[in-house]
């Protein structure tokens, strides 16, 4: 992971802020919809998203829960619960509420 370690600089922030934070996963990796188009250059991107990228395989990932991060400030916890709840409820509006991984 020595590549991909910078990519995960954004939520050392969170930490040093004591920001309160929630994760919410919202669907899983598909490897046809997820796989990288064929246009797609490692050289258009910046050395976060490269190193990111390098790891990045739709077969391999395929079934991983994908998630959404909500951010609230310090002792904001009802209000970033509250926010998860509302995110919860549209996914449930639209039939996409998260299936949890079948583990055999």
Do not use: W
Not at 50 to 73: C, F, N, S, W
Not at 83 to 94: C, N, S, Y
């Amino acid at each position: 992971m020595k590549e991909a370690v910078s990519a995960c600089g954004y939520t050392l922030l969170f930490n040093l802020l004591d920001y309160t934070c929630g994760i919410i996963p919202i669907l899983h990796v598909d490897r046809v919809l997820d796989k990288l188009p064929k246009a797609f250059q490692f050289r258009d991107l910046n050395g976060v998203a490269r190193g990111a990228y390098t790891h990045y395989d739709a077969e391999k990932m395929h079934g991983l829960p994908v998630a959404v991060q909500i951010v609230g400030r310090r002792l904001e916890e009802e209000k970033v619960l509250a926010i998860m709840g509302r995110v919860e409820e549209a996914l449930d509006k639209t039939g996409g509420r998260y299936d949890l991984l079948k583990i055999e």
